[in-house]
Nanobody
Framework: QVQLVESGGGLVQAGDSLRLSCAAS????????MGWFRQAPGKEREFVAA????????YYADSVKGRFTISRDNGKNTVYLRMNNLKPEDTAVYYC?????????????????????WGLGTQVTVSS
């Protein structure tokens, strides 16, 4: 069992930056692909970004491409989401997720159903 704890959310203005962190409880999480999803009020949860377990491949939703960067520090069992040039439409609860299935080193899961563990989320609010 892996526990994921997100942090780093907050209230910012449009154009500002934030870095979200996701701390995993297990050292074996370094072999998991990791992802970030978000859910805005009244909307379905949607994919934001993901990183293969090897760290060699990333994938981003079109809405955040060029503004967000996902990365990992296996020594700290932590995954990050750097968010630049934030927009009001980025307002949502952001969730970290982990995929424990062994996959090829470059595989990046993008569907919610591919992830086995989820954090409780951190709120990001962007004012205009």
């Amino acid at each position: 069992q892996v526990q994921l704890v997100e942090s780093g959310g907050g209230l910012v203005q449009a154009g500002d930056s934030l870095r979200l962190s996701c701390a995993a409880s297990a050292r074996t999480s370094s072999r998991y692909a990791m992802g970030w999803f978000r859910q805005a009020p009244g909307k379905e949860r949607e994919f934001v970004a993901a990183l293969s377990w090897s760290g060699t491949t990333t994938y981003y939703a079109d809405s955040v491409k060029g503004r967000f960067t996902i990365s990992r520090d296996n020594g700290k069992n932590t995954v990050y989401l750097r968010m630049n040039n934030l927009k009001p439409e980025d307002t949502a609860v952001y969730y970290c997720s982990a995929d424990q299935t062994y996959r090829s080193s470059g595989y990046v899961p993008r569907a919610e159903g591919e992830y086995d563990y989820w954090g409780l989320g951190t709120q990001v609010t962007v004012s205009s």
